[in-house]
């Protein structure tokens, strides 16, 4: 979603200084690369780039051709097969041994529903959006449907020209991937085949750091750097404020027994308690579990955590085992942390770990790709 939000924001810059854009997307990709379908980067008619498609390897070829895609006003189809060891031939020296397909497509401002108008509407709420690009591997050079919906469970924005032999299949695996929250790759057999990825956005994660002590400083900067949203939240003026987090887009004062009401709650809202006050983090312990967050991280040793879950049991409070599986205490992976910024590093890890259902293990360790394409469904039956 950063990318996103920095990609809007290179866009306005580039309509205030009268400057053509084009939009370059990651619309499918068929063994190892760096980036997976999803990845985006805008091109300005003077080079400028916002944005990756590639760890670097393709971004200058992809630049020529946005110039061309720019001065013709027609979106295009590119491919990149590495699959063949001798990929210096390209020129882009990828070293992936993959192959990629990535949609460059002019941006007409004058048109309402143009691409970076449905990424703008994706960041309207911070509900789930289902964003649909439609492509032609067969007819690459010709003029793409390109992104085209935008689908919220509520109503669809965007333009079903070209789309009408599909309307029906395609709406059916644009409520599948609501549903089941990851992203679908299918083809669609009518005259000439078209291919549409059907990308899940997911709203960023919302970090509710509860405790303003000078170890919560790099935890907001390192989750600030990864576009995350912060919330902090503590009793004490003097130390939540903006001159110390000013990268907070909320800071809440509040007594431990009402912070629960301050805050909105979705299922990527996260905690985090390091108040360093055992009163305040256990109050505000017993007013969370009925909110079932995603992660519950408490910051301290395990001594502290099972002291906390005891007195809740005291009162007649008994996490149940799905609780108890959200909540992290102590705090992080285990990467030897010590320095607070550290830590932060460690907290961070721990929480896009269990976000994202994986155990934060080596690389090195991992049988098959490193990226996982369980994310995106590729679907490419006959049948539709």
Known sequence: MKEIREIIKAFDLAQKEGKQTALATVVQVEGSSYR??????LITEDGALTGAISGGCLEGDALRKAQLVMFQQQSMLVTYDTTDDDDAKFGVGLGCNGIIHILIEPIRP???NHPIALLKRCLADRRDQVLVTVFDLKNKRSAQVGTCLLWNKQVVSGSWEGLQGIKTSLMEDVKDAFASGSSIINRYNIVSP???FIEVIK???????IGAGNDAIPLAELANILGWGITLVDGRADYA????????QQIILA??????????????TVVV????NYNYDLTVLKHLLPIKVSYLGVLGPKKKMTKMIDALEKESIKPTEQDLRKIFGPIGLDIGAEAPEEIALSVIAEIKAVLEGKPGTFLRDKSGPIH???AVRLTLSDSK
Do not use: C, Y
């Open 241 to 248: 404020n903006v001159q110390r987090f000013p990268k907070a």
């Open 194 to 196: 078209l291919h549409a």
């Open 255 to 268: 007594k431990a027994d009402q912070v629960v009401s301050h805050i909105s709650w979705d299922a990527r």
């Open 110 to 112: 004058e048109q309402e």
């Open 36 to 41: 997976s379908p999803g990845a985006r980067m």
């Open 203 to 209: 709203p960023p994660i919302e970090l509710v750091i």
């Open 273 to 276: 308690l390091m108040t360093h």
């Open 372 to 374: 996982s394409r369980d």
